[in-house]
């Protein structure tokens, strides 16, 4: 586990699986689902991808207040044909809900 910042906490895990088996399970609904469900993303759709490479998703706690922040997973090839996967999560400033909390009284 690496901590670039305040904000971001990033993890790399070592998969055996070449980096297109690793996007197929990233970017194909059906095979995410299988490992990040549905209910843990805010929006089932990716933020933005870069296929092959990366893809971002805004995921929410499960937990009230049911907080939000961006998880980036990047793909990147191994020397013996398998993958470094990359999770960076990227953490909201706590008064980064400031707007939407005035909005909302």
Do not use: C
């Not at 907080?67 to 909201?92: K, M, Y």
Request: hydrophobic fraction near 45%; glycine fraction near 4%.
């Amino acid at each position: 586990m690496k901590k670039a910042d305040d904000r971001q906490l990033v993890l790399e895990y070592p998969l055996d699986a070449p980096p297109e088996k690793v996007w197929r399970a990233l970017s194909i609904p059906e095979l995410r689902e299988r490992w990040l469900p549905g209910r843990a993303l805010a929006d089932v759709e990716p933020l933005d991808a870069t296929p092959g490479e990366r893809i971002r998703y805004r995921m929410r706690d499960d937990q009230p207040p049911f907080l939000e922040s961006v998880v980036t997973l990047q793909i990147l090839p191994d020397t013996a044909g398998g993958s470094l996967l990359r999770i960076i999560h990227q953490l909201d400033a706590a008064n980064d809900g400031l707007n939407v909390m005035m909005l909302a009284a």
